[in-house]
């Protein structure tokens, strides 16, 4: 075997022997075949709009503003686009529910209208005299079932329902390539490209009154977003060998953040609307203190008297609750083998 084969056949061994390190056909100790690769912790997923919300909620609570209960109803995507290879939708499906975190985030009360099923069943249980809130059946021994009563489930006074409407493909797009080298067909030849493309994607909703059915608040937004693509390869011919290099750098804005990012700022919109707050100068005068149950992640309405040491600021600390990280050390591997 010639010196070229030998240090071909020894690449190949060493790479099939660090492709065996990490997936192998026989099981771990802990009964698994791989580690999944990454690391990172979980994070708050804010907008440029999350810390309007928060303020808003801030705000209401500094002057004892009530907020009306909100109800969302579908916000659906009316776009139609569908990627090529029928894996599923370009928009995402669950704009309805970045509105009830962006509700939340703003201390807006709510009342679930979107997935009721659980409800209905207990009730249907319920007036069956097959539920109970007493000591376990059967073990305690005989139990009351639950009680219904007139006027027990809380009624909203508006409700938000719209769709996405718009997703624009390429609205405008610049780019150019270049080729050089040396004129001789085994001289040092290079090539660089850049792109930029500009897409966009609009929402609509509006704010119903529930009780008269009238449309009290119609709010419609566009958000651009850009992509960029840039890349550099190098051709050349060494000492009788051939080497081909290419290396590029591409980034899309998130269109699923952009969603998000329109539903947040009609919420605040319609938000600070229901609360009659003026306008953004009210936040200058609002204690950052005073919002103990909203923020970056949403709202909640806690279950005991322990603000202090968990409340929506402690909610987005992306260390807090995580093994090793708060510690500084290396988190144990979740699965796969050790």
Do not use: H
Not at 210 to 233: A, F, M, N
Not at 236 to 245: A, E, H, K, Y
């Amino acid at each position: 075997m010639s010196t070229a084969g030998a240090r071909i056949g020894a690449l190949l061994t060493a790479s099939s022997l660090a492709l065996s390190a990490c997936a192998t056909p026989v099981a771990g100790p802990n009964g698994l075949y791989a580690s999944p690769i990454g690391s990172a912790q979980v994070t708050a997923n804010p907008t440029p709009y999350t810390d309007a919300l928060v303020c808003i909620a801030q705000y209401a609570r500094q002057y004892n503003l009530r907020s009306p209960r909100i109800s969302v109803g579908r916000i659906s995507d009316f776009t139609g686009k569908e990627e090529a290879d029928g894996s599923g939708r370009k928009v995402t499906q669950g704009a309805s529910l970045m509105a009830m975190s962006a509700l939340g985030k703003a201390g807006i009360s709510q009342v679930e209208r979107f997935d009721t099923s659980v409800s209905e069943l207990e009730l249907k249980y319920a007036n069956n005299k097959l539920i109970t809130d007493g000591p376990t059946p059967g073990v305690d021994g005989p139990v009351d079932p639950r009680k219904i009563f007139s006027g027990q489930v809380a009624g909203s006074d508006f409700y938000i329902t719209g769709g996405i409407t718009e997703l624009n493909y390429n609205i405008r797009s610049t780019g150019g390539d270049a080729l050089a080298g040396d004129r001789d067909a085994e001289g040092l030849k290079g090539s660089f490209r850049s792109r930029v493309f500009v897409m966009n994607i609009a929402l609509d909703l509006r704010l119903v009154n529930t009780r008269t059915l009238e449309v009290v608040d119609v709010i419609s937004y566009q958000k651009q977003i850009v992509g960029r693509e840039v890349g550099l390869g190098l051709f050349d011919f060494l000492n009788g060998n051939v080497f081909d290099i290419s290396a590029g750098s591409s980034a899309l804005e998130p269109v699923q953040l952009a969603v998000r990012s329109l539903v947040e700022r009609a919420v605040v919109e319609m938000s600070a609307n229901l609360y009659g707050m003026p306008g953004p100068q009210s936040c200058m005068n609002v204690d950052p203190l005073g919002g103990g149950t909203t923020g970056a992640t949403g709202g909640f309405t806690p279950a005991y008297n322990n603000l202090g040491t968990n409340n929506a600021a402690t909610r987005a600390d992306p260390n807090r609750w995580n093994d090793g990280r708060a510690t500084g050390d290396r988190p144990p591997p979740l699965r796969g083998r050790y």
